[in-house]
């Protein structure tokens, strides 16, 4: 609690928002204590563990359809619950689509959601700058007119291409190139053969740049890609069966991330320094000027306000 710079009393009633909300495909909070300086949410145990840890240790290469229309399908009916509720999310990915052990998904993470009523009151649009910039919706970027329900179906589509390959798209790419790349280039596309047509399709309705034109999370329960979606029990048949707990997988893939990074030689690294004393490259800075969770401080947004975003229409408000 003394690292967090949110007031106690705002955190406890949102932790209560999370209490109320019931929806068998939302991770709800049963309830939550202070100890000492720290606060414990408690929720219910999901031991499938999520997509993304799936991915990593399964199924590298991504999900098959069937799989994949499982999985969307009760993302989609949690979405559409938080929406009708006045949420919006902000932060759908694989990471925060958890199993338990029957097979039943839960949506999860509620550290950057953001509730559209305020005092009684509807708000258009929300206007932070929030979320995982590999997952973010342009206009959360462009921060022109602020943002509504539509961004999640945005980060649901690329969340789609995630599940379908493996990694979402432009993943290799430093925060400040996602954020670039999102809003000059065209929408990422699913173009693999061995996906149907309706997979297609409903990657592509997402994917729209104008938030106008997407669908909203109800119309989208009805597209004809989901008919392929199947039973919780064979999500847990065909991901969770035979799989060792949670537990050691975790530890197997923290061993595994620990071991695939390199060690910098001395000698590599004085010649580095040496040559960024040299040639100095300003674009590092941008690059960090946002982390991978999408949070840039207010003096480093106006350094990207006035450098090399006109065209992109790049415009931060005050975090």
């Given at each position: 609690m003394e690292r967090c710079n949110s007031d106690l009393d705002n955190i406890r009633r949102e932790v209560h928002t999370m209490g109320l909300i019931d929806h068998p495909n939302v991770l709800r909070a049963h309830c939550s204590f202070v100890s000492g300086t720290t606060l414990w949410i408690v929720m219910p145990y999901t031991s499938g563990g999520s997509c993304h840890h799936l991915i990593?240790?399964?199924?590298?290469?991504?999900?098959?359809?069937?799989?994949?229309?499982?999985?969307l399908l009760q993302v989609l009916k949690a979405l559409a619950y938080l929406h009708a509720q006045g949420h919006i999310h902000r932060d759908v990915k694989a990471g925060n689509i958890l199993l338990d052990s029957s097979g039943a998904v839960k949506l999860a993470d509620f550290g950057v959601s953001a509730c559209m009523f305020d005092t009684g009151d509807r708000q258009r649009s929300r206007n932070t700058f929030v979320g995982t910039p590999c997952w973010m919706a342009p206009e959360v970027m462009e921060q022109?007119?602020?943002?509504?329900?539509?961004?999640?179906?945005?980060?649901?589509?690329?969340?789609?291409l995630e599940l379908a390959h493996g990694h979402p798209p432009l993943s290799k790419y430093p925060p400040m190139?996602?954020?670039?790349?999102?809003?000059?280039n065209p929408p990422p596309a699913l173009e693999d053969k061995k996906f149907s047509k309706s997979f297609k399709e409903m990657v592509a309705a997402c994917l729209v740049k104008d938030p106008k034109?997407?669908?909203?999370?109800?119309?989208?329960l009805k597209h004809r890609f989901f008919r392929h979606a199947?039973?919780?029990?064979?999500?847990?048949?065909?991901?969770l069966k035979g799989l060792s707990p949670l537990s050691h997988r975790f530890k197997s893939l923290k061993e595994k991330e620990a071991a695939a990074i390199p060690v910098p030689d001395k000698e590599i690294i004085c010649k580095e320094q040496i040559s960024s004393q040299k040639e100095p490259v300003p674009d590092r800075n941008l690059q960090g000027a946002i982390d991978t969770e999408g949070v840039c401080t207010s003096d480093q947004c106006m350094e990207l306000r006035s450098r090399g975003s006109k065209k992109a229409g790049l415009l931060y408000s005050g975090f």
């Open positions: 990593n240790s399964e199924c590298p290469e991504g999900f098959e359809e069937c799989v994949i229309a499982t999985l022109f007119n602020g943002y509504d329900f539509k961004a999640d179906i945005w980060s649901f589509g690329i969340t789609a190139k996602v954020l670039m790349m999102t809003l000059q034109k997407r669908p909203t999370a109800e119309m989208l199947r039973s919780n029990e064979f999500l847990a048949r065909v991901l």
